[in-house]
């Protein structure tokens, strides 16, 4: 899924048991399970650092309360696109 991310994952890797079901769970797939341990011995979940959603779907599958943390990121404002000179009451539409 390719796109700007709309969201941004924090994982607290001291919390993470490592069970794998936000890497699953994840629909854009930016979720993997890190190559070292922490400190339980457990190979924890990181955010690869974009394609998030901003669903929080890994959150709440997530069974360590505070482990994972989604944060969703503000939509630029779209600027209204300029009204034609006719449209703001100049002349009338044409006759079917």
């Known amino acids: 899924m390719a796109g700007q ?3 941004k994952v924090t994982v607290d890797i001291e ?3 490592g069970c ?3 890497v699953e769970s994840c629909p854009p797939k ?3 399970l890190e190559p070292g341990l922490n400190a339980y011995g457990v190979h924890p979940a990181h955010y690869t650092g974009h394609d998030c959603t901003g ?5 709440y599958c997530c069974p360590e309360p505070g482990a994972i943390t989604v944060y969703r990121i ?3 404002a779209k600027t209204p696109a300029p009204v034609p000179a ?3 009451g100049g002349e009338h539409a044409a006759a079917l």
Do not use: H
């Not at 669903?55 to 959150?59: K, Q, V, Y």
């Open 15 to 17: 919390e993470c048991k």
């Open 30 to 32: 930016c979720l993997e």
């Open 20 to 22: 794998g079901l936000c």
């Open 74 to 76: 503000k939509a630029k």
């Open 55 to 59: 669903c929080g779907i890994c959150f």
């Open 86 to 88: 006719q449209a703001q």
């Open 5 to 7: 991310a709309r969201g």
